[in-house]
């Protein structure tokens, strides 16, 4: 049913348009997992939805086996443009694999797959270690912290700063920009946060052209496409991208499991006596059971899904929440089951499957291993309601935990 007043595209039947409330921008105090997904999933197969993002209007996709397609679909429908971060600002350069079709996305994206392999994400675990436990150590005698601000945003921060050689002390900067630009909807302050951090990447970049190091941006300096070097715009393009792609991404995700093992004892026990190799399979069953991205195409010819019509120009939303959850798709998808060893789209599907996605997967895996070392069995803080945020990214907004 039509809830809204935007001005539907021609081909688009008015009994298919809905609100989507997983895309609010709101907080709520009732987990989405096991209210908003599921109801989702008792509609139609395919819907048009007046806010799959800021202003924008689109097609959401339901069914598990559909995103699957879909994300890997790269004729019907292309990326390019579709996070509008330049546009906020005016300008049109590209985010560098995410926002680039083939054939162009396979020169990018082959020269930077060594990059970030898993055998040198590997070479990254004692640098990683550490800086979980620094962070862990200025709370743990406390016996409580609020674990997305003490933890879950500043962890992926101080590891980006790390790869691109920045000093620590930028943290603070560094979150507030992220926040302002994915989570706020001011177009001004959204607009500030493009700016500020286009000028730490670009004077980044000057500087590792007169010194260059060990760090991301002076690795993607000896890259080649084309049988040319990358070019400063490119080489920026994809620092932004990192940027946009490796924190928010990875807080969300961390806000999410830590919550559900501070509500489920007997998981967090489990995890706590599993070896390491147990807790790399568990791990793939909470990216599952709590994948909080969803990411956006833009249709490029007439698509046909379960009777409706998309046009190119048309906007649709991917959305792995959606895909973890469907019963479909899923025996029980509801129920955490450590041994599932499941497929899932968390981490995308195709030619754009994340570049990071062994870092993100480290990132997880240490942060939850150094907590269980250094910090005795955790709970949520007695009564405290958990705010979840409803968005484009779904996430804990704060997360009091508690041990003795
Ligand atoms: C748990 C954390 C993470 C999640 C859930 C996640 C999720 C995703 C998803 C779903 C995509 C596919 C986007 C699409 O098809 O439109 C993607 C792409 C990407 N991710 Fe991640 N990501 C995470 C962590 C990271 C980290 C740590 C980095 C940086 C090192 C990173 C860098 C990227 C890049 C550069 C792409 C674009 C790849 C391409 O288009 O070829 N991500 N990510």
């Known amino acids: ?54 202003n924008q209007p689109g097609w959401v996709v339901r069914r598990g086996a559909d995103i699957r397609r879909l994300y890997a679909d790269t004729e019907y429908f292309h990326k390019r443009g579709n996070t509008g971060f330049a546009a906020l600002i005016g300008e049109d350069w590209d985010m560098i694999p995410t926002e680039l079709d083939p054939p162009v996305h396979h020169g990018f994206r082959s020269q930077l797959a060594p990059i970030y392999s898993p055998t040198r994400m590997m070479s990254l675990q004692a ?33 980006f700063l790390d790869l691109l050689n920045l000093p620590q002390d930028r943290i603070d900067e560094l979150v507030r920009w992220v926040n302002d630009l994915i989570h706020r909807d001011q177009h001004d302050l959204r607009v500030a946060a493009v700016l500020a951090i286009k000028q730490l ?5 000057a500087d590792r052209r007169r010194n260059p190091g060990e760090d991301l941006i002076s690795q993607a300096m000896t890259l080649e496409v084309d049988g040319r070097k990358w070019t400063d715009r490119e080489i920026f393009g994809h620092a932004f991208n990192l940027y946009i792609g490796g924190l928010d991404t990875v807080t969300s995700n961390l806000g999410l499991h830590f919550h559900h093992l501070a509500t489920h004892p007997d ?87 994340c570049l990071g996605q062994h870092l993100a997967r480290r990132e997880l895996q240490t942060a939850i291993e150094e907590f ?18 409803l968005s484009g990214v779904i996430h804990i907004k704060e997360l009091p935990l508690r041990w003795s």
């Open 267 to 353: 998981d967090q026990e489990t995890m706590r006596r599993n070896d390491h190799n147990s807790n790399v399979v568990a791990i793939e069953e909470l990216l599952r059971a709590f994948a909080a991205v969803s990411n956006y195409r833009i249709c490029a010819k007439r698509y046909e899904l379960d009777g409706q019509v998309m046009m190119p120009g048309d906007y649709l939303v991917l959305c792995s929440p959606l895909a973890a959850r469907d019963p479909e798709f899923y025996e029980s998808p509801h129920e955490i089951r450590f041994d599932r060893r499941p497929s899932h789209v968390t981490l995308g599907n195709g030619i754009h499957r």
């Open 372 to 389: 269980f070392k250094a910090i005795p069995a955790f709970t949520v803080e007695p009564g405290y309601k958990v705010p979840f945020f």
């Open 201 to 205: 990447l670009v004077e980044t970049i």
């Open 1 to 54: 049913m039509a809830t809204t007043t935007i001005k539907l595209p021609a081909h688009v039947d008015p009994a298919i348009v809905r609100h989507c409330s997983l895309f609010d921008r709101r907080p709520t105090y009732d987990n989405p997992y096991e209210t908003v997904i599921p109801a989702i999933h008792e509609g139609p197969a395919v819907f048009f939805a007046d806010n799959i993002s800021v």
């Open 127 to 159: 640098s990683i270690s550490n800086r979980a436990n620094e962070i862990i150590e200025r709370f743990r005698a406390r016996g409580e912290c609020e674990f997305v601000r003490d933890f879950a945003v500043s962890f992926p921060v101080s590891i």
